[in-house]
C-alpha cells in the first residue's frame, strides 16, 4: 500500500474526490485529550472558532443564519436573494454578521452600505474565471477597499489573476455540490480533491496571498477534515447545514416527517424563468438547531487531529498523509444497517 504526501497525492493520474481518499496517522500521538487541540485560526482578519463557512444559497443562509453561525464563531455569507438585508442597514447592530454576497449587477448604494459597515462581500457567481467578476473584484477593491471573496474555479490556472484582480479569498469547485448539475449539464468540472490540491500548490509555488475555501461535496465532518487536511483555509457547507432550523423557509410535514426545502443558486425556484438550468430543487429532514451540526463537525475535527497527533490546524495541513481506497475498501467503511 503506498502512503501519499499532499505532493504525491497532486500528481495522481486520476481525479480525486473525498470518497477516493482517508487520512493515515503515522505516527504515536502524544495528545492527550481533545481539550488540547485547538482548531481557532483567523480567516481575512476575522477571528473564528471553527473553519467553516456557510453556502450564500437561499434556503441555507438568510440573516438568522448568518448571525448563529457567527455567535457560533463561523461565518454565514447571507444569500444575495434575501430581502430582508434592509434590515441590516436600518439601524447599527448587525448581530454580528460577516459577509453578504452580491451579483455582479448589484446596486452600487447597496455595495455603499455593505462597505460602510465593513462587510466581506461575496460575488457570487458559478464561474470565476470570467473577466466581468474579475473587473467587478477590482472595482470593489480600488473604490471600496472591502475584503472580497470570489468563485468559483476548478484548478490553479486562473488563481494568479485573480489575485492580482485583489481577491481575498477564492471558492474551490465546480459541479461537486449535491444539488448543483453543471458537471451533467457541460461536462466541466474535476474531484474536490484534486481541485483543492492543484489550487493549493499553485498559490504556494506562486507566492499568493489569497485564501482558499473548499466549496462542494462535503457529506460529513470527515469530508471536513479531509478539505483542511488538503489545504484549504475553510470549508463552505450547504447541505450539511440545509434543514437546520435557522435555515430560510418553513418547515413542512410529510408522511409524519419534518422537512424543509433545499435547493441550488442556479435552480428554477430561483432563477424563476426558463433558462438554463445548472441546479434543482429537493427536501432535506429537518435537522433542528444549527448549533447540533457545528459542534459534531468541532467534535469530529478534534477526533481526528488527536489521531494525527495535531494539536492546530497549520500542523495537520503540514503532517497530513493519505491512502488511495478501492471502493471496496470505501464501501467496508461504511455503518451497516
Not at 86 to 104: D, R, Y
Not at 289 to 300: E, L
Request: glycine letters at 8%; proline letters at 2%.
Amino acid at each position: 500500500m503506498k502512503i501519499y504526501s499532499k505532493e504525491e497525492l497532486n500528481n495522481y493520474e486520476l481525479s480525486l474526490t473525498y470518497d477516493d481518499i482517508s487520512l493515515l496517522p503515522t505516527e504515536i500521538s502524544q495528545i492527550k485529550s481533545r481539550t488540547d487541540i485547538t482548531i481557532k485560526s483567523r480567516f481575512l482578519g476575522i477571528d473564528i472558532s471553527i473553519p467553516v463557512i456557510s453556502s450564500p444559497m437561499d434556503t441555507v443562509t438568510g440573516i438568522t443564519m448568518a448571525a448563529e453561525l457567527s455567535a457560533l464563531g463561523a461565518i454565514g455569507i447571507v444569500n444575495r436573494f434575501d430581502s430582508s438585508l434592509k434590515e441590516i442597514f436600518s439601524n447599527n447592530n448587525t448581530n454580528g454578521i460577516k459577509a453578504v454576497s452580491i451579483g455582479l449587477n448589484a446596486e452600487e448604494k447597496l455595495i455603499e452600505k455593505l462597505a460602510e459597515k465593513n462587510f466581506l462581500i461575496c460575488i457570487d457567481t458559478a464561474n470565476a474565471n470570467n473577466s466581468s467578476v474579475l473587473k467587478k473584484c477590482e472595482e470593489l477593491k480600488t473604490k471600496y477597499g472591502v475584503k472580497v471573496i470570489v468563485g468559483n474555479i476548478a484548478s490553479g490556472s486562473t488563481l494568479c489573476s485573480l489575485a492580482d484582480a485583489g481577491a481575498d479569498a477564492v471558492r474551490i469547485g465546480i459541479g461537486g455540490g449535491s444539488v448543483c448539475t453543471t458537471s451533467i449539464q457541460t461536462g466541466i468540472g474535476i474531484g474536490q480533491v484534486s481541485s483543492i490540491l492543484d489550487v493549493y500548490f499553485t498559490r504556494r509555488e506562486k507566492k499568493l496571498n489569497i485564501a482558499l475555501i473548499a466549496d462542494g461535496g462535503i457529506k460529513s465532518a470527515g469530508d471536513v477534515v479531509k478539505a483542511i487536511a488538503l489545504g484549504s483555509d475553510m470549508v463552505m457547507l450547504g447541505r450539511m447545514l440545509a434543514g437546520t432550523k435557522e435555515t430560510p423557509g418553513e418547515v413542512i410535514k410529510y408522511n409524519d416527517q419534518l422537512w424543509k426545502k433545499y435547493r441550488g443558486s442556479a435552480s428554477f425556484g430561483v432563477k424563476m424563468k426558463s433558462e438554463f438550468i445548472e441546479g434543482e430543487e429537493t427536501m432535506v429532514p429537518y435537522k433542528g438547531p444549527v448549533k447540533n451540526v457545528v459542534n459534531s463537525i468541532s467534535d469530529g475535527l478534534k477526533s481526528a487531529m488527536s489521531y494525527m497527533n495535531c494539536s492546530s490546524l497549520e500542523e495537520l495541513r503540514e503532517k497530513a498523509k493519505f491512502v488511495v481506497l478501492s471502493n471496496s475498501s470505501y464501501i467496508e467503511r461504511l455503518p451497516k444497517k
